[in-house]
């Protein structure tokens, strides 16, 4: 055979992804990445005695021992009532009072860590979460962060907390000292930040800031049961943890809430493609096939994580 064994096909992966089974597709991927590696292995051989990877076999490697990790859910659970918002000097409409006696309110936030080792690239990072994954218990999401609009905060580099506001929805609190700043971001943060002095809104996030670096953001789930979020960002191969937070509601006098976490991981298919090219040509016509497809066969070498708890709801605030 002659000429480059792999095509210029760029094109992403199909519309669907965020309905699937990623626990099957999971496992899919870890079983190509596990025939991949045994592959790149044998046809680049091993360098001087006989014991380090080459870097073909290598940078398959750090893409199938790269991690994705979750904190814990249960540790800023937080009931919202009239009561813990009153004494926050939150004042609710009649409308958003009529709501939290239908429903009773919590906020949930949960860190989510993406660990690439140091040779591996991504091209983004998607998680869902789902209430009540298996039955029909009623918990929607009343509000998500972050969303598009909070970008401009998210890239500014600085600490802010969030709270939940008078609308029954996040609002950013940052120092008195940032207030201008942040406000001179763009259109999109105006009504969303107040200054900490000034702040009416209970405390579900104490100040924190973003580490991800430079990434875009798409999120639904918004009255849903299921809360979704691509990140893409060229600085996916450091470090990336994420704080996701929800306010949900959930038919009145629930004690439990079953809660499930997944995230996944697409790795950059021209690096990966470029770190196999010297020997594509003696891997198995499935694998070639594969990598030929370059970015739409990222779902194929992704990397999955998922884990699930059952909720106690609890009663009071906290505070």
């Given at each position: ?44 051989g ?9 870097a ?11 991690e ?6 249960r ?80 890239s ?18 940052v ?92 790795p ?10 010297n ?20 779902l ?20």
């Amino acid at each position: 055979m002659s000429g480059d064994m792999l095509s210029d096909d760029m094109s992403g992966n199909g519309a669907g992804f965020e309905e699937m089974d990623w626990t099957e597709a999971g496992a899919e991927a870890d079983e190509n990445l596990a025939e991949l590696f045994e592959e790149v292995k044998t046809w680049s051989g091993v360098l001087a005695g006989g014991e380090k990877l080459s870097a073909e076999a290598s940078a398959v490697d750090d893409l199938w021992k790269s991690e994705i990790s979750f904190g814990d859910p249960r540790s800023r659970l937080q009931a919202v009532t009239k009561g813990s918002l009153a004494a926050k000097g939150v004042e609710l409409s009649a409308e958003m009072q009529a709501q939290m006696d239908l429903w009773d309110f919590y906020t949930l936030t949960l860190r989510v860590d993406m660990k690439p080792k140091p040779g591996a690239h991504f091209r983004q990072l998607l998680c869902r979460f789902h209430l009540n994954p298996d039955d029909d218990q009623g918990a929607v999401v009343q509000a998500m962060f972050p969303e598009e609009a909070w970008m401009p905060v998210l890239s500014w580099g600085g600490q802010f907390g969030l709270g939940i506001g008078a609308g029954l929805g996040w609002q950013g609190i940052v120092e008195p000292v940032d207030l201008a700043v942040v406000e001179g971001l763009g259109a999109s943060v105006a009504g969303r930040i107040v200054n900490r002095e000034e702040a009416k809104a209970q405390i579900a996030l104490a100040p924190f800031e973003y580490t991800g670096g430079r990434f875009t953001i798409v999120a639904n789930g918004v009255d849903n049961e299921r809360a979704y979020w691509r990140i893409e960002g060229e600085e996916l191969t450091q470090t990336t943890s994420m704080l996701f937070a929800l306010l949900l509601k959930v038919p009145k006098g629930q004690e439990t809430l079953a809660f499930k976490a997944e995230a996944w991981a697409e790795p950059d298919m021209t690096w990966l493609v470029n770190s196999v090219r010297n020997v594509a040509r003696d891997l198995t016509d499935r694998l070639l096939g594969l990598l030929k497809l370059k970015q739409k066969a990222a779902l194929k070498f992704g990397l999955y994580a998922g884990e699930k708890w059952v909720l106690t709801l609890p009663r009071e605030s906290g505070e």
